[in-house]
């Protein structure tokens, strides 16, 4: 079993849509969460952290929920600009982070 | 803003050739980091480093050595490059700590072609 776990899509959802991805975990010991971004043929950047309680940032919202190791990214009012690969991370260790494959997202007109 | 930079966005070497991939940044990060991403495999640790001259192996060390002798600079040695070594290299700093403070900032990442 993967360390993290991502569908890697594709979504491919029109301009307004809501769209929703989850991303699994293996270690219950886990202590960080992020999801990041990625362009195609760009780095990573970071898109949000992720908290216990949950937290918004616009039309982003992310969820953490320990009990069944998994963190979820609701992304409301899609644009066509949150055409991107949607990565999530996990700090399992010191200074170790584990990332999905990502998923792939496309907003359509 | 941090700035984690990477001295060449491609590189193309031949079988058998020393590699190396420069990283700097400029943040006074303690950690640093050297990954490989490939088609559905996503991001893979090769080597880390939470300090100057320590280093730690992450999940394929294989094949790679790296040189921490500064605070700001991270270099990762292909030996002797293989094709199987053809991939995107991505650099990336944090603090240390827990929580917000290592949240991974990376370099624009080198193509290399091995061949």
């Known amino acids: 079993r993967k360390e993290v776990e991502q569908d890697p899509g594709p979504f491919n959802v029109p301009e307004g849509a809501t769209v929703a991805f989850n991303c699994t975990y293996s270690?219950?010991?886990?202590?960080?969460f992020f999801w990041y971004r990625q362009d195609c043929r760009k780095e990573p950047k970071l898109l949000m952290s992720v908290y216990s309680s949950g937290n918004e940032d616009g039309r982003f919202t992310a969820q953490l929920n320990r009990a069944s190791q998994y963190i979820s990214l609701l992304i409301r009012d899609s644009k066509l600009s949150d055409s991107a690969t949607y990565l999530c991370?996990?700090?399992?260790?010191?200074?170790?982070?584990?990332f999905g494959t990502g998923t792939s997202l496309t907003v359509i007109p | 803003d941090v700035k984690v930079t990477q001295s060449s966005r491609y590189l193309v070497k031949r079988t058998g050739e020393k590699v190396f991939l420069e990283c700097v940044q400029d943040m006074d990060h303690e950690n640093m980091f050297w990954y490989r991403q490939d088609p559905g495999l996503g991001l893979r640790l090769i080597y880390f480093?939470?300090?100057?001259?320590?280093?730690e192996k992450g999940d394929i060390p294989e094949g790679y050595s790296v040189s921490r002798e500064k605070k700001e600079r991270f270099s990762l040695i292909l030996e002797s490059a293989s094709t199987n070594q053809t991939s995107m290299y991505l650099c990336a700093s944090s603090l240390s700590g827990a929580g917000s403070k290592n949240i991974q900032y990376f370099g624009a990442g080198t193509r290399l072609s091995v061949l």
């Open positions: 270690n219950s010991a886990s202590q960080s």
């Open positions: 991370v996990v700090n399992m260790r010191p200074n170790q982070f584990y």
């Open positions: 480093s939470y300090d100057v001259k320590m280093k």
